[in-house]
């Protein structure tokens, strides 16, 4: 099992967010990998609050471009993200969440986003739904 | 060893560049991933062109947006990326490539550009250079 999760200082939070350049509409792009099978889970994206809500409370929240809000990510479907950590990168334009994915990190009910590739000479699904999309509320802010 | 790239025929390779949506400048992020280690290495942008170049070459490359130009990742530093898989999110809007990659992915000399991040309630570098950043030209478009 997963150790509880241990929010930082509020300097050390501070500081670590001092460290991301936010871009011109106050948003960074957020990779979110699984900390446990390492695969890459999904891109969205975060503004200010969402970063220090994420910190915070230790649940990945996002900001959603299409709502214009913030998107505590499984608040609807229950497919939360428990945060192990939050890595800014060398010129501070993207953060990397490790997580523990509760359930599927895709609204299409597969565990990771990235299922779309080429095999065998044609474009391919390369992962299955693990879960029924209609259970998951539908929709990308699920 | 990694086998010889072996590109996808034109009618894959458009058909996987159909799934992207491309944004109001033409691009979108890339994340590479280490295909070996499935530890994530940075986050790139691609135009249209750099992503036929790619899967044509097997060789990262990317669109600088700083220069405006394609990027063809190490063609000054070396620290060269072998594609493996080219794969695009459910939305189309992101771009995950797994690669082999050749020395470091990051201009500092680090393997990832993720390394800044909080550890005992400070803001801390958690991976150390492997290469002297000197030695790899310098600048972002090593």
Redesign the interface.
């Known amino acids: 099992m997963a150790a509880p999760y241990t929010p930082?200082?509020e300097t050390?939070?501070a500081?670590?967010i001092a460290?991301i350049r936010f871009d011109d509409r106050g948003l960074v792009?957020a990779?979110t990998?699984d900390a446990a099978?390492?695969?890459?889970l999904?891109?969205a994206w975060m503004n200010r609050e969402a970063v220090a809500e994420t910190?915070t409370t230790g649940r990945a929240c996002y900001f959603s471009r299409s709502r214009g809000a913030l998107w505590r990510k499984g608040e609807r479907s229950g497919q939360t993200q428990a945060l192990v950590?939050?890595?800014?990168?060398?010129?501070g334009d993207?953060v990397?969440l490790l997580v523990h994915q509760h359930g599927v990190a895709?609204?299409?009910g597969?565990r990771s986003?990235?299922?779309?590739?080429?095999r065998d000479?044609?474009?391919a699904t390369?992962l299955a739904p693990q879960a029924d999309p209609a259970t998951l509320y539908g929709g990308?802010d699920a």
Chains 1, 2 share one sequence.
Not at 37 to 40: A, D, G, K, L
Not at 113 to 118: D, E, G, R
């Open positions: 930082p200082s050390a939070r500081a670590l460290a792009p990779i990998q099978t390492r695969e890459v999904m891109l910190l950590d939050l890595r800014v990168d060398c010129d993207t990397l895709c609204h299409t597969r986003c990235f299922f779309t590739a080429i000479g044609a474009v390369i990308r």
